[in-house]
């Protein structure tokens, strides 16, 4: 781990759909493990938290979507060439199981953190089902990708049909428990899909691990803006990847969360 920002060029970016673009970093051994994330640091602007969407001894990926003024300005200014601050990686990561059927449920953006568990589970001798969703089929995330994955086999799902199933994939999630053979499930994406997820495990006595998003700064602990009310711990520290069971107790899961200043934002 890094805690001072290591400058690094970015060697390629690859626009993954309308909002969302994939930085990758070559020639740099980050060390990350799935679930982790980095701070980026762009000088005199600001640092911001990313999920590691991949990472080997040889390159790390980083997929950004354009959501606020920070990832806004890496969309518009970042290039092929350009350079960043980059610390970390941060957190507490996904279990990756050895020789297990494992389910990895992702919503929108939390395809990108998943394919990295599915590589490594792959890796580990895991079948691996690869739930993916998303509100229509431009916004799906690293399809082509995981339908090239050995040992993987992917499913889809979509709000308005358009490809895939219609509906949520906590839909497609349940089938494939009520199927008895999913030893475990991971998940990353939206808080009231994760909850819903974790319903179905729970009533299922399936384990889950879910990745918990907070207002996260310093990485290590010490500034507080990352402490879940229930909890009262550090998500940077104690997650982002936590339990079903230990999630459970975060008051407000899936309803609220705490911006910069502490004032509560209904999600």
């Not at 990472?55 to 950004?64: G, H, M, P, S, V």
């Not at 020789?99 to 953006?109: D, E, M, P, R, S």
């Not at 998303?134 to 995981?146: E, G, P, Q, V």
């Not at 009310?229 to 990847?241: A, F, T």
Request: aromatic share 8%; with cysteine; hydrophobic share 40%.
């Amino acid at each position: 781990m890094n805690d001072i920002p290591k400058i690094l060029k970015v060697a390629e970016v690859r626009t993954e759909n309308p909002t969302v673009k994939t930085y990758v970093f070559r020639g740099y051994d980050l060390g990350a493990t799935p679930g982790q994330f980095v701070n980026v640091w762009i000088p005199r602007v600001n640092e911001k938290p990313f999920s590691v969407a991949y990472c080997d001894d040889k390159e790390f990926w980083l997929t950004i979507a354009a959501v606020g003024p920070f990832s806004k300005k890496i969309h518009d200014e970042i290039k092929v060439g350009s350079k960043l601050g980059v610390r970390g990686p941060y957190g507490h990561g996904y279990t990756v199981p050895s020789k297990k059927h494992i389910a990895l449920l992702a919503g929108g953006y939390g395809a990108a953190p998943m394919y990295f568990l599915a590589h490594e589970a792959v890796k580990n001798g895991c079948k691996v089902e690869f739930i993916v969703g998303a509100r229509s089929k431009d916004l799906l995330l690293y399809t082509d990708r995981i339908e090239k994955m050995e040992g993987v086999k992917l499913h889809v799902a979509t709000n308005d049909g358009s490809v895939g199933e219609k509906g949520f994939n906590t839909v497609i999630l349940q089938k494939l428990i009520d199927g008895g053979s999913i030893d475990m499930v991971a998940t990353c994406g939206p808080e009231i899909m994760m909850k819903g997820a974790m319903d179905i495990c729970e009533k299922a006595g399936v384990p889950i691990e879910v990745s918990i998003e907070r207002y996260m700064k310093c990485g290590s602990g010490v500034c507080g803006n990352c402490c879940v009310d229930g909890l009262g711990v550090p998500v940077c520290k104690k997650g982002p990847v936590m339990s079903g069971e230990m999630a459970r107790k975060i008051d407000g899961l899936a309803k609220w969360h705490r911006d910069s200043v502490g004032m509560k934002i209904v999600w």
